[in-house]
């Protein structure tokens, strides 16, 4: 037996489908189902668009009173629920259930861009803006522009110099914890990936990826201030800094600024104690390679000279 009915304005169809037991009301709109009419008419009003609840706190507009209700719980920092993965909490049950999904290793979204695959399919919505020319989301520092919004605060890290992630084999501390995890196969020795043209190896096919560019002689990207021209954007973005003058990049422990943060990060290892730079010669160790190859040179010249 068949209930079809239309609702107010919006003419919602809604279709009831009994069984032998239990009563279903199913929604046509998304193939939900509820046991009872007045919960199938409830859900109805998330398709019409009409949102009356709204959040004092940040301005969010929800569909149903019980969602504000939920919402709010994100604002008042109480996190009652605990991830007994990686103790993870998180304000909303809901939440849970969703991180959950990650340790599962299930990842059933798959992006038909690239073939990356994911457990949620927010975060296949979220990825696929990468994709897609539009970047809306603009660093006030630097200028650099993101797809999405979580890309422009981790990048923000970048200029407060948070790094809390620390390498225990040369004491190179980074910003992110991927970052550290790529860095890590530095120190592994291991080198998968080879280029066909020069026979040079990588340790990330990234790396790989952007060294063959080289290859190509195609330098599409030029810096309109002194017309050199560069085979990557990223390498024309940090050759612009120069220009600029601005030294954001601060040095915590003598007050030294840089216009890069890579020159930051080569700086930090005068501080350190670490010096795993040493000279065949005679011994002498060093905390940057430049150094020691300077080292070298002198030797070289010394022996010209006699």
């Known amino acids: 037996m068949s ?32 046991p009872f009419k007045k919960s199938l008419k409830q859900h109805a009003v998330v398709h019409s668009g009409v949102k009356n609840f709204e959040c004092d706190e940040c301005g969010k507009l929800f ?10 719980l994100i604002h008042s920092g109480v996190k009652n629920f605990e991830c007994d993965e990686c103790g ?17 290793g299930v990842k059933k979204f798959k992006c038909d861009e690239c073939g990356k695959l994911f457990a949620r399919n927010c975060t296949l919505t979220k990825h696929l803006s990468l994709h897609s020319e539009v970047k809306n ?34 004491g190179k501390r980074f910003t992110l914890k991927e970052n550290l995890i790529k860095h890590l196969l530095i120190h592994s020795g291991v080198k ?31 810096c309109d201030e002194c017309g050199k021209r ?7 973005t940090r050759h612009l800094s120069i220009h600029s003058g601005m030294k954001n990049f601060k040095c915590d422990e003598c007050g030294k600024r840089f216009v890069r943060n890579s020159e930051l990060t080569r700086h930090l290892s005068i501080h350190s ?3 795993n730079f040493k000279c065949d010669e005679c011994g002498k160790r060093f905390a940057r390679n430049s150094e020691l190859t300077r080292h070298i040179n002198s030797f070289r010249c010394e022996e010209l000279q006699v």
């Open 137 to 170: 989301f603009k660093c006030d520092e630097c200028g650099k522009l993101f797809a999405q919004k979580t890309g422009l605060t981790r990048h923000l890290l970048i200029h407060a110099g948070v790094k809390n992630f620390k390498c225990d084999e040369c």
């Open 273 to 275: 104690d670490v010096k």
């Open 192 to 222: 998968n990936f080879k280029c066909d043209e020069c026979g040079k190896r990588f340790t990330q096919k990234v790396d790989l990826t952007h060294h063959i560019l080289i290859h190509s002689g195609m330098k599409n990207f030029k």
């Open 230 to 236: 560069f085979v990557r954007n990223s390498e024309l």
């Open 88 to 104: 993870k909490r998180f304000a909303q049950k809901g939440g849970l259930t969703k991180h959950l999904l990650i340790h599962s």
């Open 3 to 34: 209930d079809k009915m239309f609702l107010s304005d919006n003419e919602t169809v809604l279709d009831a489908v009994s069984s032998a037991e239990v009563k279903q009301f199913r929604c046509l709109e998304c193939d939900k189902t509820f």
């Open 63 to 72: 569909a149903h009173k019980f969602n504000l209700t939920q919402h709010l």
